[in-house]
């Protein structure tokens, strides 16, 4: 899920930078901070949106740099259990596929990416036997996050599934609603 998060924090701002206006220095050593920045309890930090209240700047002794007081709004992408993304796909390898959901990445191991026996080809396609059903790179799926772990915060990993009615491959949903025949009234 996609949030607005206020957060308060000291920003050092170095001597090279007094030079700039306030606002300016403190944003860029804020984005320089949190951009990309990924943490258990914020998720993964997209952008600083703005800047709010910047407090009068300390200097402390040894280092030269000034510490401001400032609040700031970034946008935030938190995964959470069970819920429902829209994502491309930006790899296919022998054990499932990569996903890109939000700015982030999500894997659906070979055995969520369809309800079907699912085999890999040399060409990055899966390919499920009856169904005739194929995934491959760029394709625009529908999947549910159903694993999210910060145990590794450089690399957290998120599992998705596509095996669900509902779910998967965006074309796949089109062709299933339209072999659900439909009863039209007569007047």
Known sequence: ?????????????????????KKEAVLKNIRESYENFISKELGFVINVLNVGEIKEGTIVAGDGAGFYGAEFDLLTFKPEMNEVVYGKIRDIVDFGAFMEIGGV??????????????????????????SGKSLK??????????????????????????R???????EWLGT???KTPVKEEKK
């Open 1 to 21: 899920m996609f949030y607005k998060t206020r957060v308060k924090d000291f920003i050092r701002v170095p001597p090279s930078m007094f030079g700039s206006s």
């Open 105 to 130: 990445e999500g894997m659906v191991h070979i055995s969520q990416s369809m309800d079907d026996f699912v085999s890999f080809s040399k060409e990055k396609v899966l390919q499920g036997r009856k």
């Open 137 to 162: 790179v760029g394709d625009k799926c529908k999947g549910r996050i159903i694993a999210v772990s910060f145990k590794d915060i450089g690399s957290p990993k998120i599992g998705l599934t596509m």
């Open 164 to 170: 669900q009615e509902g779910l998967g491959k965006l």
């Open 176 to 178: 299933e609603e339209e």
